[in-house]
């Protein structure tokens, strides 16, 4: 079978479901790779392979049968508890490598996945550059507006991601009248939002004074290909059930998926959707 397949690695969200479905409609060759434990109740009707995590040699077998030459890393995966019983040869021989890749922060292991799959001859293509219009664009998307108080919190929050990401922890931060209420880790942010909604009102701020908000960005250096911060709908969701006056994120460097539902629910909920402009 001639190359030209796309290979869509599917995690958790809604991310892989809107791949494929868009390359479904396109008439555009593609195949949803479906990890053992990764809970995907959307790919009756898609082209599949299943895969597990201890046996490479066998995906990539799979993978070079239905002629993929191009591969994306789409939604959430959970680091994986391998079971070195079931260990195919090619496992065997990436044991070292991956071992260590896990041990290591989640930028630090995507490097080490990207090239694992390079190495095999596959082109790793970003979800957005797949998707159209995937990119969060720049300026105030909702009637809210952030207020002195809250762009004041988004400039803190901004710097907090950014020093996280700089020892490779997260891509998110929650702050409000200048005291960080979370900072997203291997959790993730609807963890981190729930935590947030959870803190006792002793400990927060008083919210007529500044309800807090959420910023979200890529790590200095970051690999833009894989792992892009995302907010939709549940993160609107969220934020709103956290008590928040808004999202700030980094304008074309954050995935929004499902954008006018996105919007359309911020709307409702009286939240401030903001992009913001890289700083110098």
Known sequence: MPGDTLAIVAGSGM????IAEDRAARGGRYVVVAFEGVDLDWIDGHPVIAAAFEKPGRLFSDLR???CDAITLAGGMKRPELNPIRFDLKMMRLAPKIMAGLKAGDDSTLRMVTGILEAEGLTLR???EILEGLLAPGGILTAARPD???EADVNRAEAIVAALGAVDVGQGAVV???VCLAVETIQGTDAMLAAVAATPAGLRPDPANGAGVLFKGPKPGQDWRVDLPSLGPGTVAAAS???LAGIAFRA???LMLARDETV???DAAGLFLWGREARE
């Open 15 to 18: 991310l892989p479901r809107l």
């Open 65 to 67: 049968a239905r002629g």
């Open 126 to 128: 970003a979800p957005h």
């Open 148 to 150: 002195p108080a809250a």
């Open 176 to 178: 409000a009248q200048g």
């Open 241 to 243: 059930a956290a008590g």
């Open 252 to 254: 074309g460097g954050v």
């Open 264 to 266: 359309a629910a911020a």
